[in-house]
């Protein structure tokens, strides 16, 4: 049994035993399903006045807080602003029912159904304008095409709410029912579009990104690296090729190293090391004065984080060992480790020694003093071992 498991075609067998038992099991309890759908819409239909009520006032506000606080939270907006409306679709039909025979006799709930009716076209708007500006600051990105879409339903979802609520007043839900089927079917047939080979969303991203690119609103520390090797297809990769062949030198290096990862999640690791090896001369100041780096040692200081942001310096202490110094974040304390050369004389972060200066400690690292000092401590040994840390 235990090497059957291990064994991907019968998971998917098992699974689909349990599918089809589940799903006959139920259409023989054909009134179970009912009552459970019920219970479903009017739990829903109970929210109904609580989500009104927090979207009109959500709305209500805008006029005197303005947008900046959504736009500036955490939480990125148009999502959250989608959710919102999608929620108040549903439990506004939850409200309506299927019919006149299933509407809510409360009028409440009546009144709460067409205010969130009537919210989801302001929110499909705003969201609009959230995706806007980020599209416009950031340019076209596959999840972005795909927001695009989504706000699009929801804005004629919105525009059916309203001009249900045009067209009948409190009654709204009787032409409201025929709009929305027509909707979903629509929507089914956009699905159906948007499933064929038509359009491709990663060639539209890969070109508005580097058109960003060589027009220089994107600087080359801050470009999609990531995206265009992994996220944006084949049409991505091949943009990254033609800038390895034919871009400036120092984005020839970051582009060959985006093409030379081998999955999404080293590409930024491999971009900031090549980033660092072609600044590291400008960068790195070698102690003794005059030295040369042994073999090997200047890839590696380049792995670190010590000389990305800013002037670092290198002390070699003998054959074997270096020490790093330079602020990992800009403007922030000086911190240093030990990088050490193996048998095979590879070079190497001992992950041991990071060091962090405090207080906090900011030297002009291309002139300040540098040295190794011989430091003497006292510290408590039993039996001959060390015992605890130095105390002196």
């Not at 380049?302 to 110094?325: F, K, N, Q, W």
């Not at 992950?351 to 430091?375: G, M």
Request: contains cysteine.
């Amino acid at each position: 049994m235990t090497d059957l498991l291990q064994e991907g075609w019968f998971g998917w067998m098992l699974a689909g035993f349990a599918f089809g038992a589940a799903v006959g099991l139920l259409r023989e309890r054909d009134a179970l399903l009912t009552t459970l759908q019920r219970l479903v819409m009017v739990v829903f239909s109970v929210l109904a006045p609580v989500l009104a009520a927090a979207l009109v006032l959500f709305l209500a506000s805008l006029p005197f807080t303005g947008l900046g606080g959504l736009w500036e939270s955490d939480i990125p907006a148009t999502p959250l602003l989608l959710i919102a409306g999608a929620g108040a679709v549903l439990l506004a039909n939850a409200v309506i029912g299927n019919g006149k025979s299933e509407r809510a006799p409360s009028s409440v709930l009546q009144w709460s159904a067409m205010a969130l009716i009537m919210t989801v076209l302001p929110l499909a708007i705003i969201a609009a304008l959230s995706i806007g500006q980020r599209i416009g600051q950031y340019g076209w990105t596959p999840e972005r095409i795909w927001g695009v879409i989504a706000v699009a339903v929801a804005v004629l979802y919105g525009a059916a709410g309203w001009w249900a609520v045009y067209k009948a007043r409190r009654e709204f839900d009787d032409p409201l029912r025929p709009l929305q089927t027509r909707l979903a079917i629509g929507l089914c047939g956009l699905a159906l579009f948007l499933a064929l080979p038509i359009l491709d969303f990663g060639a539209i991203s890969a070109d508005s990104q580097m058109a960003r690119f060589a027009a220089g609103r994107t600087p080359a520390n801050e470009f999609d690296w990531r995206a265009m090797a992994f996220e944006f297809g084949p049409a991505g990769r091949r943009k990254l090729r033609d800038i390895a062949r034919g871009g400036p030198p120092d984005q020839r290096l970051l582009a060959t190293a985006a093409l030379a990862s081998k999955n999404r999640y080293d590409v930024e690791t491999e971009v900031q090391v090549a980033a660092s090896a072609a600044n590291l001369n400008s960068r790195l100041r070698i102690l003794p004065e005059g030295s040369a780096l042994p073999a090997g040692l200047g890839k590696s200081i380049a792995a670190t984080r010590y000389c990305r942001v800013g002037p670092c310096v290198v002390t070699l202490v003998d054959d074997r060992r270096a020490v790093i110094a330079g602020p990992v974040i800009k403007d922030d304390t000086v911190e240093s480790a030990v990088l050490q050369r193996n048998d095979k004389g590879v070079w190497s972060q001992d992950i041991h020694s990071r060091f962090i200066a405090k207080p906090p400690f900011r030297p002009d690292l291309a002139t300040a003093p540098v040295e190794v000092r011989t430091v003497e401590r006292r510290q408590l040994y039993i039996d001959g071992k060390p015992v605890g840390a130095a105390f002196e």
